[in-house]
């Protein structure tokens, strides 16, 4: 069974800073792990992806993340955050006929 | 042009009601999703469809019908609402094939429903 976890529920940051969100999965069969942001009011909307290939994926808003086998690890991260990325962030790994989410990271930016 | 599109954005009723929601997806994909929101943000799979046919009932009680008229829609029929159901509802579509989730989820904005 697919299992997906968040580690931290909000991550505050300041402007310019870095970050990184947090995101653990168990998976018994092929992985396929997902990023997605909600901004307020909204739907997800997806970030990135990592089907296969390369452990490091570029996705939109400058955002970036690793897939690390031997930690089953998916974190995201940006080297330099703004405002506008304050949201609602969720990591998904895809099992078989749907997909497993974490609980979600709120990440605030502060100016 | 929206991909995923489903109405109304919010809901209001009483306790006791019936509801739809409806979703349409213009993706040409062939499955699709209802998820629930609550108020933590937890998102919890509730139907999955695939070519009009349920696939997932992730034991939502017997309330809660889907229906399918052709894979491009799914609406979801809520009977006696009751104050629990309180939640945002998601449609989402996604290109499964043969049970494979390598095609990533595509979401609509939400209904936000509120039972008093």
């Known amino acids: 069974a697919q299992s997906v976890t968040q580690l931290d529920s909000q991550v505050p940051v300041f402007e310019e800073a870095p970050v990184e969100l947090r995101c653990n999965y168990s998976s018994s069969v092929s992985v396929y792990l997902f990023w997605y942001v909600q901004y307020p009011n909204q739907g997800l909307q997806l970030l990135l992806k990592y089907l296969s290939g390369s452990t490091l994926v570029k996705g939109i808003n400058g955002f970036e993340a690793e897939f690390n086998k031997s930690q089953t690890s998916f974190h995201l991260r940006k080297p330099s955050v703004h405002i506008s990325d304050t949201a609602e962030y969720f990591c998904?790994?895809?099992?078989?006929?749907?997909?497993?989410f974490g609980s979600g990271t709120k990440l605030n930016v502060k100016p | 042009d929206t991909a995923v599109s489903q109405t109304p954005k919010y809901l209001v009723t009483q306790m006791g009601n019936d509801k739809s929601i409806k979703c349409e997806q213009n993706l040409g994909h062939d499955t699709m999703y209802w998820y629930k929101q609550d108020s933590k943000k937890f998102l919890k799979i509730m139907f999955s469809y695939n070519n009009k046919e349920l696939i997932i009932n992730e034991t939502v009680p017997n309330r809660f019908s889907p229906k399918s008229p052709d894979k491009a829609h799914l609406n979801l029929h809520i009977n006696s609402l009751e104050l629990g159901d309180s939640a945002v509802y998601f449609c989402a579509s996604s290109q499964v094939m043969g049970g494979t989730t390598n095609s990533p989820l595509h979401f609509g904005n939400g209904t936000r429903l509120t039972v008093t």
């Open positions: 998904a790994v895809g099992g078989f006929n749907k997909f497993y």
